[in-house]
Each structure stands twice: as structure tokens, then as C-alpha cells.
């Protein structure tokens, strides 16, 4: 399986990004899809999750600038980011996640909010 994340880049505050994970080697529709971000110096966290059902998950702190959305005939899932913080600076990571022996990380890709 593997995972090729990209769209990261650098943006002013509130403006927008749109990052994509596309994946390959796997039945991707039967896995929930996740994006993570870790900045500097702090863990890594569960920003966005989208289930095989389509059910969404945000972290509070991203409700409502952030949409997850997937699509199971390309294998990709998209994080549109709009109305961009500084504080959302970080290394975005996407994962599929099946269960705790069948689950797979992206490369990771930059997003950094900075004017």
C-alpha cells in the first residue's frame, strides 16, 4: 500500500489549501481515511476523518474552515483548508486506517500559514 500526499505549500492567513492523498496497492473504500498534523515540538493529531460511510469526524479546532471528503473510484481524499491560522502550521499526514495491523501513513506534506 502506499500513499502519495501532496498540495501543502505556503499561504497568508485566511487564505486556503486543498491537500490529496491518493493511494495504491489496496481497496481503498473499505478503510476510514484519516488527516493528522504534527507542528514542531507537540504531537501528532487527528485533524479530520471520513469513515467508509462517508461519516466525518473535525477536530474542534478546524470546524467549520475544514472539509474532508473522499473519493473511492479515484482512491484519493481531499482536505480543503479555508480561513488558514497560523496555529495550522505543521506537517499534514494522511492515513488509512483498517485496523490497529492494517493501518498506513503518507509521506507527509508542509502546510505553513505565515504571513
Known amino acids: 500500500v502506499q500513499l502519495q500526499a501532496s498540495g501543502g505549500g505556503l499561504v497568508q492567513p485566511g487564505g486556503s489549501l486543498r491537500l490529496s492523498c491518493e493511494a495504491s496497492?489496496?481497496?481503498?473504500?473499505?478503510?476510514?481515511v484519516g488527516w493528522f498534523r504534527q507542528a514542531p515540538g507537540k504531537q501528532r493529531e487527528l485533524v479530520a476523518s471520513?469513515?467508509?460511510?462517508?461519516?466525518?469526524y473535525y477536530t474542534d479546532s478546524v470546524k467549520g474552515r475544514f472539509t474532508i471528503a473522499r473519493d473511492n473510484a479515484k482512491k484519493t481524499v481531499n482536505l480543503q483548508m479555508n480561513r488558514l491560522k497560523p496555529e495550522d502550521t505543521a506537517v499534514y499526514y494522511c492515513?488509512?486506517?483498517?485496523?490497529?495491523?492494517?493501518?498506513?501513513w503518507g509521506q507527509g506534506t508542509q502546510v505553513t500559514v505565515s504571513s
Open positions: 492515513r488509512l486506517y483498517y485496523s490497529d495491523s492494517a493501518q498506513y
Open positions: 496497492g489496496t481497496i481503498f473504500s473499505i478503510y476510514e
Open positions: 471520513i469513515n467508509p460511510d462517508g461519516m466525518t
